[in-house]
């Protein structure tokens, strides 16, 4: 074998398994990284989910009719006279506008 042949087989003994482990160290080294993301997302979506837990609590409480009721009461609105509630399925009499003498 000629000096130079056996420089190139030498060299390639020594790089191929210098290369496979540079390979395992990165992809090591993303895979870690890739794992603290996900934990940082998965609690992300925990929040998130506590939020919307507490957010359908608040809405809740808002629309009772207790809430409603104090809402009302501030704006000065009051209940309605028999003639202002419609029925399902009763046609009223429309007011005609604009028909008269001016």
Known sequence: MTTSRWVLVCSLALAMPTGAGLLR?????????LGYQLSGEEKERA???DL?????IERAAERSPEQLLQWAAKLGLLPPNSHQIWKQGVILPQKRIGHGKH
């Open 52 to 56: 919307v837990r507490q957010l359908e």
């Open 47 to 49: 929040r998130l989910e």
């Open 25 to 33: 160290v990165w992809v090591h080294q993303d895979l870690v990284r």
